[in-house]
């Protein structure tokens, strides 16, 4: 979902600007004077490497570092980009002692680089099918994106009526408007199955060049070829379709 920037005369202020109404930052794309704007987001100031924990200010505000704002984790590929020389953005494909392994680790939707990930037999009895990740995967890293059809909360609520209890599960709720259903237009993602005993992911709405965006992240480290689970916001039963009161954001 695109966030729309500010365009008003004046201060970013309550009332007057749409970003403070909606409760964000302000973007860079705003029409505001960002110098003196009080709820524009300047970006991080980590080193090289360190946009990984919620030391780096832009994971903490729930946003992916932004090459325009976040000049110093990001500089190895503006600096390479100016002199027009190529970058391997694929960190899999680079040698660990590589330029790549100390670059920002913050901006993996927005690059594509993604987890080696698969279909496979679930170990789930209530499941055929599951995704299993290839690589290992440290703590807080990111594994895949969510990508589905996107929605209102309207046409999602007869989507589950549509789909019965089991569908239901591929629906998950971005904002208060808008919910993503990867029942008929997705990725791999919606192949992970749900559990709220042992999950190894978990779903974060992300700020993405000013774009709302769907990722999962690992909750630990995951070894080779795992199946990955993360809580869909369901009880116990599974397809028995009730909403857990207890379930994490984003729930489906």
């Not at 090459?67 to 980009?81: G, K, M, N, Q, Y």
């Not at 391997?88 to 993996?108: F, G, I, L, Q, Y």
């Not at 589950?160 to 990867?182: A, C, F, N, P, W």
Request: glycine share 8%.
């Amino acid at each position: 979902m695109k966030i729309e920037p500010c365009s008003h005369i004046g201060p970013c202020e309550a009332g007057v600007c749409s970003c403070v109404d909606s409760g964000i930052f302000c973007l860079k794309h705003c029409h505001c004077i960002h110098d003196e704007c009080k709820v524009f987001f300047p970006g991080c100031r980590c080193q090289h490497g360190d946009c990984r924990t919620e030391a780096c200010l832009c994971i903490r505000a729930g946003r992916e570092c932004d090459i325009d704002l976040c000049t110093v984790c990001s500089a190895d590929e503006i600096i390479a980009r100016k002199m027009g020389k190529p970058y391997d953005v694929n960190a899999s494909k680079m040698k660990k002692d590589d330029k790549c392994e100390t670059r920002c680790r913050n901006r993996c939707i927005a690059l594509g680089k993604q987890k080696h990930v698969r279909m496979g037999r679930s170990k789930l009895g209530v499941a055929d099918w599951g995704l299993f990740v290839d690589d290992f995967v440290t703590k807080d890293e990111f594994i895949i994106e969510y990508i589905g059809e996107m929605v209102s909360q309207e046409e999602a609520d007869h989507r589950r009526l549509v789909y019965g209890k089991e569908g239901s599960r591929h629906l998950i709720t971005l904002d208060t408007k808008t919910v993503v259903d990867s029942t008929q237009k997705g990725n791999k993602a919606r192949l992970i199955n749900h559990s709220s005993s042992s999950p190894n992911c978990v779903c974060k709405i992300v700020n993405v060049q000013s774009d709302f965006r769907i990722g999962l992240y690992a909750l630990h480290d995951i070894q080779p070829h795992t199946e990955l689970f993360f809580d869909h916001g369901f009880d116990k039963e599974l397809y028995d379709g009730e909403l857990s009161n207890d379930g994490p954001p984003p729930s489906t």
